[in-house]
T-cell receptor, first 114, second 114 residues
Framework: GAGVSQSPRYKVAKRGQDVALRCDPISGHVSLFWYQQALGQGPEFLTYFQNEAQLDKSGLPSDRFFAERPEGSVSTLKIQRTQQEDSAVYLC????????????FGSGTQLSVL | AQKVTQAQTEISVVEKEDVTLDCVYETRDTTYYLFWYKQPPSGELVFLIRRNSFDEQNEISGRYSWNFQKSTSSFNFTITASQVVDSAVYFCALSPVDDYKLSFGAGTTVTVRA
């Protein structure tokens, strides 16, 4: 596709459920990022992949959050045992190489945990 | 540690008015990148500009202009002759040159009324 694609666009989960959020980056982009955006705030860094290698996961809030990119293209962000504080928009972004480049963002997945 | 402050939460203007968005940053790095992104209602962040810290020349792109002043740690953004399509949330962001993580401000919501 022409841009970064994220699915689902909206996800409602009951507290304690596991969720999986998908990101399909721009073809050929080496770098992939996940950001979390709380309501009324700027995005906060979660994790970074270069191809299939997860080089930085320092922003993941807890061990309930897990991300993977097994073949260096599509990535999945998984949240186990969701809590209400996990409610946010999860944004995926990709770039051709890495640091300092402009990022191409998807439209995000809005997660609501009830 | 990086910090980006966008003191204006919301700005409302009438079409054709000029609007200036303030951005003040803090960093210990000597070289860094500054960015502006636009987030329309559709949700995806759209890259507007990247400025390297050693290039203090102001830049103009159509109706957009940016004023970078290293002495005051500010990177302000002006939209001239605003249009309804400019209505969005605008984010200022910062990253060290040798890093890939963006630190975003909280954003400024711009509403342009017809």
């Amino acid at each position: 596709g022409a841009g970064v694609s994220q699915s689902p666009r909206y996800k409602v989960a009951k507290r304690g459920q596991d969720v999986a959020l998908r990101c399909d980056p721009i073809s050929g982009h080496v770098s992939l990022f996940w950001y979390q955006q709380a309501l009324g705030q700027g995005p906060e860094f979660l994790t970074y992949f270069q191809n299939e290698a997860q080089l930085d996961k320092s922003g993941l809030p807890s061990d309930r959050f897990f991300a993977e990119r097994p073949e260096g293209s599509v990535s999945t962000l998984k949240i186990q045992r969701t809590q209400q504080e996990d409610s946010a928009v999860y944004l995926c972004a990709s770039s051709h190489t890495g640091g300092g480049e402009k990022l191409f963002f998807g439209s995000g997945t809005q997660l609501s945990v009830l | 540690a990086q910090k980006v402050t966008q003191a204006q939460t919301e700005i409302s203007v009438v079409e054709k008015e000029d609007v200036t968005l303030d951005c003040v940053y803090e960093t210990r790095d000597t070289t860094y990148y500054l960015f502006w992104y636009k987030q329309p209602p559709s949700g995806e962040l759209v890259f507007l500009i990247r400025r390297n810290s050693f290039d203090e020349q102001n830049e103009i792109s159509g109706r957009y202009s940016w004023n970078f002043q290293k002495s005051t740690s500010s990177f302000n953004f002006t939209i001239t002759a605003s249009q309804v399509v400019d209505s969005a949330v605008y984010f200022c962001a910062l990253s060290p040159v040798d890093d890939y993580k963006l630190s975003f401000g909280a954003g400024t919501t711009v509403t342009v009324r017809a």
